[in-house]
């Protein structure tokens, strides 16, 4: 199936000749959204769709909603079947409950409702994983495309948002450049910064007074030294239970991992560094990893089992037969190099020290991690604007009026599987709502 046309913008802007041109000289839109990501789009598109009239969404490179046409490996995972507010917010590690009054406004169910009556189905993932119907990131692109284009959105492409120069009677004069060269100047009545975590952004909210939470790096993959594991990349266990004891705190998953061949990933990992990403930069990501490769069987349940495999299985190899069947004959075989037990010796012959350390090695075996492991197939940044910096009903900063800040800018950010998009829908909302409202006081809800 081919993918949905694109729709055509007219992406020209002859600015001398354009109503609204003030004393100046100069065209004054009345909103100006600097980032053509999916907060940007979401944020342009609901202040225009809610009567918002000069809207221009300025994009810096030639194509917009880059990531979301790259994003959950080209299908793009829209958001997560998590329909109630306080528990999505346990979602992000960097967020949190100051979350739940936005996504109390605008949460999974809206977005859902939101493409839908745009013409965008989304359909769920046994894990909750909701993807558009024709699995292609490139219809979400679409749909957000559309939906600008018909709410009278301009979209500039290959035009940056250079500076952003705050006028004493309100609003902004921005300087665009395009080439690398300056391309022109113009105004605006309210500025929305969607830029992601280009550091640009990061720079034009700081020159309006804004703080950084500085960044590192979320969601990747751990490389562990020495641990022999190599050979099992490819082979997934489910569930694993991993721990971090780190100066700032401990650190526990549980879920699948993915061996590979410099160490681990998988859901559970992922959800690991992105919780402790910070603390993970903090030792230049060296540190023990707990794992537990026992599917959460207590001491005393492996005790019992070791005991009744001596005796049932007392003939049989170790290395041929193995505690249990979902436990993978790869990694038992690992674990019992690890332990120095030959995979040869009988069950019968298993001494009491070698099933201690064999428990132990299922219960709590312990890793080097040597370093960060590549990202996974989705990665964000942790840090950014903190959110005591913004009205979290509207996404408006607190330090420059008129400025209103969205998306992956802000010190927020969401484990993989969807949430970090939810972030997006629901603060370029928040904000699109409130430029109505400011603009038109009748459009507040
Ligand atoms: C490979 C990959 C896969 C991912 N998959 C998923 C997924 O499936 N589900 C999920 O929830 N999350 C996913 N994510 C995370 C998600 O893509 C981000 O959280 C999200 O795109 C952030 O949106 P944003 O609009 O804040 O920023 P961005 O998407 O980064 O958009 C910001 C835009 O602003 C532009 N820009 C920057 N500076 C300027 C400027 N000065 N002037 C004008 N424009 C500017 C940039 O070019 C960019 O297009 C993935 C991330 C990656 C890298």
Redesign the pocket.
Known sequence: MLPPALPQFDTQSDVASEPGAESSGLRTWDLVV?????????AAITAAEAGVRQVVL????P??????L????G??????ADWDPRSLVGHYPRGGKALLGPFSRFATGDTVAWFAERGLSLVQEDDG?L?PTSNR?SSVAASLRNAALAAGVTLRTA????AAEPLPAGGFRLA??AGGGLLERLETRQLV?????????RR?AADLGHGLVPPVPSLFTLALAGAGMGDLAGLVMDPVGLSLELAEGRFRQSGPVLFTHRGLSGPAVLRLTAFAARSLKAVAYRCELGVDWSGGRSLADLEALFASLRSDQARKQLGAWRPWPELARRLWTVLLEQQAVDPQQRWADLSRTQQQRLIEALRASRYQVSGRGP?G????TAGGVPLKELNLATMASRKQAGLYL?????DV??V?????????WT??WLAGRAIAATADPRQAS
């Open positions: 600097a980032g053509g990501g999916p907060a940007g789009f979401m300025l994009e810096s490179t194509t917009p909603l880059g990531k979301v790259i994003s959950g490996g299908r793009c995972n829209v958001t997560h994983r993807f990131a035009v940056a948002l250079q665009l450049r910064l969607a830029t992601g975590s280009h550091p640009s952004g034009l990202f197939e989705e990665f964000v969205v998306g992956e800018l802000l950010d969401g993989t599987g969807g949430f970090n998009f939810q972030h997006c603060s370029g």
